[in-house]
């Protein structure tokens, strides 16, 4: 069974830091590109960050472009998001995803979703 489980979301306040953690079990983590995405009340789901298998490449939104940086240890089976500078509109549901493609901002485009960790940065 595919489970990707996501840690580390709590409540921040602006200019703060935070780093999640999503470890995943149940596939060949060095041959998926993962992802982060996120969601807030209202919104459709948006994508955040991406890295390839090897870790060697990397894709950002525009929005969290030098805030947020995208890292995995394939030793260990995560991929983690570190998030600076936060913003109240990072406000939202930070879910982790799986995909055989390479850096895709498609949320069709990847086969597997954890649970999802909630996010919440006050002003």
């Known amino acids: 069974q595919v489970q990707l489980v996501e840690s580390g979301g709590r409540l921040v306040q602006a200019g703060g830091s935070l780093r999640l953690s999503c470890a995943a079990s149940?596939?060949?983590?060095?041959?998926?590109?993962m992802g982060w995405f996120r969601q807030a009340p209202g919104k459709e789901r948006a994508f955040v960050a991406a890295?390839?298998?090897?870790?060697?490449?990397?894709n950002y939104a525009e929005s969290v472009k030098g805030r947020f940086t995208i890292s995995r240890d394939n030793a260990k089976n995560t991929v983690y998001l570190q998030m600076n500078s936060l913003k109240p509109e990072d406000t939202a549901v930070y879910y982790c995803?799986?995909?055989?493609?390479?850096?895709?901002?498609?949320?069709?485009?990847?086969?597997?979703w954890g649970q999802g960790t909630q996010v919440t940065v006050t002003s």
């Open positions: 995803a799986a995909t055989r493609s390479v850096l895709t901002t498609i949320s069709h485009d990847y086969q597997y």
């Open positions: 149940g596939l060949t983590f060095s041959g998926y590109a």
């Open positions: 890295i390839n298998w090897s870790g060697g490449f990397t």
